[in-house]
């Protein structure tokens, strides 16, 4: 229908303007509906990798309406392609004639932009429609399922973030427990060390005075044997 309105625009003349958004919307039609093609393309190459396929005859079915949308893209953009490459041929004799060109091919398009009696209607598709209203159905419940598994993916992503910080906080507190704990151990080497060194400095001064007790009483011993001996040669 876009495509018949834009032959009509450009058949009595209309404004580049409109005739270019006409052509943009036109192009942007096809395009989703590429992309709807193609996903349903992915749908039936995924069942037909199946080793066992539930219901063959549907599967056929799926096949058959995607060879048929594709047939009818395939027709659209050819008849895209063709107002364009049309529309660059009468530019080109306009150009070249100073404009009475385009009076002549504006008249043969047909009046009001039909196509002349005899001739068939470029525009009419002799393809078969397409009954994809079940199978749309089918892709748009299956996109609905896909966000309902992203949204579970999401929250599930999410608590599991909210589980790793909790983890993060107690790793944080048990390292500042343990700093505290190696402080402490720190703190009780150093004590036994001083006591150590204290302790030694105590044994060494009783050993110097068990020393000198000795002494004394060597000398107390060697003067009364001295003693002895002389009183044995008077």
Do not use: W
């Amino acid at each position: 229908q876009d495509l018949r309105e834009r032959e009509q625009m450009l058949a009595s003349g209309e404004t580049t303007s409109e005739t270019a958004e006409k052509s943009y919307r036109i192009r942007v039609a096809i395009r989703a509906l590429k992309e709807e093609a193609a996903r349903m393309k992915e749908i039936v190459d995924k069942e037909s990798r199946k080793k066992k396929i539930k219901d063959p005859e549907r599967l056929a079915e799926r096949k058959e309406i995607l060879e048929l949308c594709q047939k009818h893209i395939e027709e659209l953009e050819n008849l895209e392609k063709r107002r364009f490459n049309d529309g660059y041929t009468e530019n080109r004799v306009e150009l070249l004639s100073g404009g009475r060109a385009r009076t002549a091919v504006g008249r043969s398009a047909g009046g009001g932009g039909g196509p002349s009696s005899g001739e068939a209607d470029p525009f009419t598709s002799e393809l078969p429609d397409i009954e994809v209203e079940e199978d749309l159905k089918a892709i748009q419940e299956r996109d609905k399922a896909i966000n309902q598994d992203l949204e579970d993916i999401g929250v599930g992503v999410a608590k599991l973030k909210e589980m790793a910080q909790n983890m993060g906080q107690e790793l944080d507190k048990q390292t500042e427990m343990l700093d505290n704990i190696e402080r402490g151990v720190d703190t009780a080497l150093d004590h036994v060390d001083n006591l150590n060194v204290k302790l030694k400095k105590t044994l060494d001064g009783m050993m110097k005075g068990d020393r000198f007790m000795v002494n004394c009483i060597l000398l107390c011993v060697l003067l009364a044997l001295v003693a002895f001996v002389a009183s044995q040669f008077t």
